[in-house]
């Protein structure tokens, strides 16, 4: 952390990266990571594909959007597992002169000069926490808000396998400095588009079952989404949702972006999804649909074999 620092401490403009399909830690995280940037006098801008995700625009913030040619003195790549998860924005990190991460992902293998990487840590927003304490910043409300909504979606409500008791204290550390919990947790979990319903039942229809039930794969094709009108966000609860089925220790769902297909997956207790993925080489998949579920079950079935899940 110290090192970071000392990269911080010598820069005058700073970029941080959120990983691509942004979601509630990656722009959370990075909200609060900016907010402490500024605190210590630096000029930050927060870089993604979008401004925002319509589950947090409650939160009344936004990030700039990547055009060409964007630099900066040190760019920080936020809870990107590796660098492929920045997408075209990885340009921005490959030219800048210092570059660092800031990651929980235990696959990270550290692509910055300079990495913060801890696997025990809930969520990216656990770190930037203890980034916070460690550098003896005081967190604004906004940043604490930011803080708790980043580690709240990652951990789905408390309720995933990565809480760990330093979690909820820090969560407990966050509400006494007044984090409106109620307020965060009915935005994230309990407001749901029309369209998010829809295409959450477009993908339970068009669920395939593999391993004697306990792996759930869907594909959702281009022409599935534009039918309901459903944006990434929309889609960003349907692992989860297959996963919750009985039985099931491992739901991954297929869909199609910008002529690619695209991986998301979640696993119940035994399985260990982020091996799979790192097998894969991303989240992504090549070929058709069909071809993209029988290799995913396979690699699946092979995983299931080396952890000793009986299928």
């Known amino acids: 952390m110290q090192n970071l620092l000392k990269l911080i401490e010598n820069a005058e403009n700073i970029i941080l990266l959120p990983h691509d399909n942004i979601d509630g ?32 625009e409650f939160l009344g913030l936004s990030c700039d959007v990547y055009e060409e040619g964007m630099a900066a003195d040190l760019v920080i790549a936020v809870d990107c597992a590796d660098a492929g998860r920045m997408g ?24 910055g000069q300079i990495n913060v990487i801890n696997p025990a840590a809930a969520a990216a927003c656990e770190i930037i926490f203890d980034l916070y304490k460690e550098w003896g910043i005081e967190i604004s409300p906004k940043a604490a ?51 998010q319903m829809a295409i959450e039942a477009a993908a339970v229809d068009n669920t395939r079952f593999f391993h004697g039930g ?55 207790e035994v399985a260990d999804v982020a091996e799979i993925c790192a097998l894969l080489g991303g989240a992504s998949l090549e070929g058709d649909a069909e071809a993209a579920i ?15 899940l009986c299928i």
């Open 294 to 308: 029988e290799t995913l079950a396979k690699m699946i079935g092979e995983h299931y074999e080396r952890c000793n």
């Open 145 to 195: 808000e930011c803080i708790y909504c980043g580690i709240v979606t990652d951990t789905g409500g408390f309720r995933y396998s990565n809480t760990t008791a330093k979690t909820l204290e820090v969560a407990a550390s966050l509400l006494k400095m007044g984090v409106n919990a109620e307020k965060i947790n009915l935005n994230i979990f309990e407001n749901r588009s029309f369209a």
């Open 25 to 56: 830690d990656s722009f959370c995280s990075c909200q609060a990571f900016k907010m402490m940037l500024e605190e210590m006098g630096k000029d930050c801008r927060i870089v993604a594909e979008v401004p925002c995700i319509k589950k947090l």
């Open 88 to 111: 075209e924005r990885g340009k921005i990190f490959e030219n800048a002169p210092k570059r660092a991460t800031v990651d929980h992902h235990k696959t990270n293998r550290g692509f």
């Open 214 to 268: 306990k792996t759930a794969l869907c594909y959702i094709s281009k022409e599935m989404q534009e039918k309901v009108g459903a944006s990434d966000d929309d889609m960003s609860n349907i692992s989860s949702i297959m996963r919750s089925i009985e039985g099931v220790e491992v739901s991954a769902v297929i869909k199609e972006k910008n002529g690619e297909l695209r991986v998301s997956m979640r696993s119940k």
